[in-house]
């Protein structure tokens, strides 16, 4: 195909860059050259050109060529009206392969024509299977878990979020998890930049307190709202939902879900970098029900109230340690249990990244725990207990990893229930996560 001048008004067209004319750039197109506001205005956005100091716009493109340029398209086309986004999405498609070659995969929602009303939709997902052995009774138990995530660009200021997840199927060619219900959707959500300055998120959103996020990092179960104020070294987030958690605990009945009826909760967190190697944080939950939260059925009643505070500590790139402590608070409403105290310390070394074959990494971790947690990052529930545990992980290939963990449980202390029945001694467990 002819070289640009043709592409040339296509891309000009598309991305509205008529305007303000700068110096010649090319000596083989003169000022009164049919196209050359064009090319001086796509030389200027570094869409096409040639470092010779000629155009060249004889010469013919290669479709290599040609997908640079719809890639270099692609790249600017947020304030392009709709017909031109549709443009591009055809562009994109009838240059697919060559556009892969060159690192840009259009996804199959594009290629359907689902992306001309988007700027852009991404699909993203994750497989994980694990095994572990709780040392009850000498039993192992293997479990799945399968998320797919949409998330769309609804205009430059708006992106949308969808997740689905699938957990522990007794049989993983059925469509339906051993609670009995179809796949979750556990996060559904749009988040709107710069509204009234702030971020501002409303729908089933993921949620999590302090920097480890012992207490609560959840997948997706917060439906309500959650606002964010500012960001680099000051951040300040507020939400307010009703929680209905999705997560499988692996310390109770397998297959069992925690929680069951939502509640609603107000949450704030006060982010602050200090310096290059130290950041804090401080937290605060408030159940708006007293006495109706969601925490894990071994040690009983949830509280009122949860203040905590975290910090995080690198003494280098590679060394880092963080730690959470809180109170939980029974308010008057609720007669059984006490107030709990709770602690969490991570120490990390390095660590897995899916995108590097070959990285690796080791942590240490301990908590002493009173109290209940919501839905805690680490995967032995810290509810009630004190235990430490050391794990590894490394990346097999390129987006697939491998992690191992082994606790061992000092104590059980729960608030209403000191020694729960059947609870493990020690607990060992490996998975393997794969990501596309």
Not at 96 to 104: K, N, Q, R
Not at 355 to 377: I, V
Request: hydrophobic letters at 40%.
């Amino acid at each position: 195909m002819k070289k640009g001048f043709i592409a040339a008004l296509v891309a000009v067209t598309l991305l509205g860059l008529a305007g303000t004319v700068f110096a010649n750039p090319y000596s083989d197109v003169p000022p009164g050259h049919w196209a050359y506001d064009a090319v001086n205005e796509l030389a200027k956005a570094g869409i096409m050109g040639d470092s010779s100091g000629k155009f060249n716009g004889n010469q013919t493109l290669t479709r290599y060529e040609m997908a640079t340029i719809v890639a270099r398209v692609m790249a600017r086309s947020g304030k392009a009206d709709n017909s031109s986004k549709a443009l591009v999405d055809k562009l994109a498609v009838e240059f697919s392969a060559e556009l892969d070659s060159l690192g840009l995969r259009v996804t199959k929602l594009e290629q359907a024509g689902f992306g001309s009303s988007a700027a852009s939709v991404s699909l993203s997902g994750d497989y994980r299977m694990r095994w572990s052995d709780e040392d009850v009774g000498g039993d192992t138990a293997m479990s799945h878990r399968v998320r797919l995530a949409v998330n769309a660009e609804v205009n430059e200021n708006t992106d949308a979020y969808i997740r689905i997840m699938g957990f522990n199927h007794t049989n993983l060619g059925q469509w339906q998890t051993e609670q009995g219900s179809d796949m979750d959707i556990t996060d559904a959500n749009v988040t709107v930049k710069g509204f009234i300055g702030t971020d501002f998120t409303f729908g089933r959103f993921s949620h999590k307190l302090g920097i480890i996020g012992a207490y609560l990092d959840s997948t997706g179960g917060f439906d309500g709202v959650k606002t964010v104020i500012g960001g680099g070294n000051a951040k300040l987030t507020a939400a307010f939902a009703d929680a209905n958690l999705f997560t499988y605990d692996s310390t109770t009945t397998p297959g069992n879900y925690r929680g069951g009826s939502s509640a609603e909760v107000a949450t704030v967190q006060a982010d602050l970098v200090l310096t290059k190697q130290l950041s804090m944080a401080v937290y605060y939950l408030d159940w708006a029900s007293a006495g109706v939260g969601i925490v894990d059925p071994l040690v009983g009643n949830p509280a009122e109230t949860v203040t905590g505070y975290a910090a995080q500590y690198a003494f280098n790139p590679n060394w880092n340690i963080a730690a959470e402590y809180q109170t939980q608070k029974k308010g008057s409403l609720i007669t059984a249990g006490r107030d709990a105290d709770d602690l969490s310390v991570k120490l990390s070394y390095k660590g897995a990244k899916a995108n590097r074959p070959g990285s690796w990494g080791f942590y240490a971790e301990y908590f002493d725990w009173e109290g209940a947690a919501l839905d805690s990052y680490s995967v032995l529930n810290p509810s009630g207990r004190e235990a430490l545990g050391l794990g590894a992980e490394v990346a097999l290939a390129r987006n697939i990893t491998l992690e191992a963990s082994y606790y061992d449980i000092k104590k059980d202390k729960g608030v209403s229930t000191p020694t729960p029945a059947g609870d493990p001694n020690t607990f060992a467990m490996a998975q393997v996560n794969v990501f596309f």
